[in-house]
């Protein structure tokens, strides 16, 4: 009898039995998923060739076009307070960072020099006054010695002369009187508008005086008024002539929100047009201006400012999700009677707050919301039991999409003639 042989195999076919199983197993797993995801895809609605889908009808109404952009907030006026004379600082009445009154008074500067210099104009017009009393009463003599001719007429002009002279510098010097009772109220420096104090360069004791370009010189205090405050932003250029016409007709709403949670939006009203387009951007500069009691916006925030200057009356919406996006152009599915798709190329006008404002298809026609991405023309389709897509996004005709509750912005779509 032969020995029976109990080798024991190589390693490298145990490695090329480890791949093989392997490989099959692999295979085997892959045909299982797919077998699986055929059975289990709710396009096919049980193998009758036909995808679920959920659809809503075109519907038509007034739709408030809605446009947002990001604000700048600035203050309404800003103003430098600077000293009118040269003095000292005696008092400072203010702190830093407090709300003043208009005429609060801010700072007293030390005045002896004003008082000097007035108390001596008015000391000059004391003698002028006698001055002239006595030229007048030197003229009335020689007027009556003229008569009796005792003098001559050129006498009598000199007399006369020397009246009118000093008349004339009586004049002058009551001017000055004037100029230095002002200079001696500028000691007294007081706020020309209400609002918030920003920082205080001076201390009593410092040296003032008037300028612009000197640290002597330089800004005692700056004053913002915040209420009302002012909120800065662009909009595209096409949005120009809906805005004047807006503007024109009367008060154009504006609200702004702030980037944080539990905060209501504040409501403005459009105040300013700029006169020129930005032609780097194509942009038109707008103002806004809102209440500020509270001091919510404060000057440099930023804010997100939406107003809506126009509406599209009788628009025809439908569900934002329902308008595809193909290699040439955006299109909706319609369902036919047959439950057939059919693919309708359309233009898109507007797409705001889940909401596309569309032309090209009928009133009433049902398009496809959900399930899209598996069709393709001529598709059958059935709608999918139990939702309520289509009730829930369409509106009434003639009532305008809601707001409430949603954070979406207003995306406006140029038309084919890239107006809207």
């Known amino acids: 009898m032969e020995a029976v042989?109990?080798?024991?195999?190589?390693?490298?076919?145990?490695?090329?039995?480890?791949?093989?199983?392997?490989?099959?197993?692999?295979?085997?797993?892959?045909?299982?998923?797919?077998?699986?995801?055929?059975?289990?895809?709710?396009?096919?609605?049980?193998?009758?060739?036909?995808?679920?889908?959920?659809?809503?009808?075109?519907?038509?109404a007034d739709v408030s076009v809605r446009l947002t952009a990001n604000g700048t907030v600035s203050a309404l006026q800003t103003v430098d307070v600077r000293p009118q004379i040269s003095a000292t600082v005696k008092v400072v009445h203010i702190k830093e960072g407090q709300f003043v009154h208009k005429g609060d008074r801010l700072f007293t500067l030390d005045a002896r020099t004003e008082d000097a210099n007035l108390s001596k104009a008015e000391a000059q017009v004391v003698k002028d006054r006698a001055d002239l009393m006595n030229a007048k009463r030197s003229l009335e003599r020689e007027?009556?010695?003229?008569?009796?001719?005792?003098?001559?007429?050129?006498?009598f002009d000199t007399a006369q002369n020397l009246v009118d002279g000093l008349r004339g510098q009586l004049a002058i010097d009551l001017a000055s009187v004037e100029a230095s009772r002002v200079a001696r109220s500028f000691d007294q420096i007081n706020a020309p508008i209400a609002g918030r104090t920003g920082t205080i360069?001076?201390?009593?004791?410092?040296?003032?005086?008037?300028?612009?370009?000197?640290?002597?010189?330089?800004?005692?205090?700056?004053?913002?008024?915040?209420?009302?405050?002012?909120?800065?932003?662009?909009?595209?250029?096409?949005?120009?002539?809906?805005?004047?016409?807006?503007?024109?007709?009367?008060e154009v709403p504006v609200s702004a929100k702030q980037d944080l949670a539990n905060q209501t939006d504040l409501k403005g009203r459009l105040v300013f047009i700029d006169n020129t387009v930005d032609t780097a951007s194509g942009t038109i500069r707008l103002k806004a201006e809102f209440p500020n009691a509270d001091h919510r916006l404060w000057p440099g925030m930023f804010v997100t400012v939406e107003l809506a200057p126009r509406t599209l009356a009788g628009a025809l919406t439908v569900p934002a999700q329902a308008v595809q996006t193909g290699p040439e152009n955006r299109f909706l599915y319609v369902i036919?009677?047959?439950?057939?798709?059919?693919?309708?190329?359309?233009?898109?006008?507007?797409?705001?707050?889940?909401?596309?404002?569309?032309?090209?298809?009928?009133?009433?026609?049902?398009?496809?919301?959900?399930?899209?991405?598996?069709?393709?023309?001529?598709?059958?389709?059935?709608?999918?039991g139990g939702s309520a897509m289509g009730k829930k996004t369409v509106k009434p005709a003639g009532s305008a999409p809601s707001t409430t509750g949603t954070t979406d912005k207003a995306t406006v779509q140029p038309d084919s003639t890239g107006k809207l």
């Open 201 to 250: 360069a001076v201390y009593p004791g410092s040296l003032v005086q008037p300028g612009t370009s000197t640290a002597i010189g330089a800004v005692l205090v700056s004053i913002t008024q915040l209420d009302p405050i002012n909120v800065s932003f662009t909009l595209p250029e096409r949005e120009l002539a809906g805005l004047q016409q807006a503007f024109a007709k009367g």
């Open 336 to 384: 036919g009677e047959d439950n057939k798709v059919a693919s309708l190329p359309i233009n898109v006008r507007l797409i705001q707050n889940g909401i596309a404002v569309v032309e090209g298809i009928a009133l009433g026609a049902r398009v496809v919301v959900e399930g899209a991405q598996n069709l393709r023309p001529d598709s059958v389709v059935v709608e999918a």
């Open 5 to 60: 042989s109990h080798e024991k195999p190589s390693p490298r076919a145990k490695r090329r039995m480890w791949v093989s199983m392997a490989a099959i197993s692999l295979i085997a797993l892959a045909a299982g998923i797919w077998i699986w995801h055929v059975r289990s895809t709710p396009g096919n609605a049980k193998g009758t060739g036909a995808f679920q889908v959920v659809s809503a009808p075109v519907t038509q």
């Open 143 to 155: 007027r009556g010695l003229l008569k009796l001719e005792y003098v001559s007429q050129s006498e």
